[in-house]
């Protein structure tokens, strides 16, 4: 049986928590601390802008669109790339390793869970030129300490 009198209650926080992320393409909000096993996010794209064509090496992704049109570009089992429209509120979940890039087709809202923000993306290709963002190269951009 649990034992509720053994929980440390000094963790306990019933603070709000958001963090605005500016992006080339758009921008996301975080509402998870990084502090936390998991990370949740809402990815605002604008209209015909594009994420990189990225593979994760540690971090795991599912999305659910809410708002607006997007699609993903990603690979399938053959290695090829493929696109899929995605569907308003309905849940897409890339594997580990697997080649994938969100687009919007308008302004959308895509809601992100996934591990947490840990390992390298691996940009393949880029439209801002940016480099693969390494945990040292998103603290440095994200001004974390």
Known sequence: MFDLN????????????????????????????????YMGKIIHINAGSRLS?????KKQESWLLTNGRAKVVWENNLGELMETELQAN????????????LVGITDCDVIEVSTPEIGTTYRLEDDYKRPDET???RKKEREEK
């Open 6 to 37: 053994k929980i440390d209650k000094s963790k306990f926080s019933n603070d709000s928590y958001v963090r605005k992320i500016e992006k080339p393409w758009g921008y996301e909000l975080h509402w998870v601390p990084a502090n936390v096993p």
């Open 53 to 57: 064509l990225q593979v994760h090496d």
């Open 90 to 101: 309905v849940g897409y979940t890339c594997a580990l390793g697997q080649k994938h890039r």
């Open 135 to 137: 945990e040292d190269q």
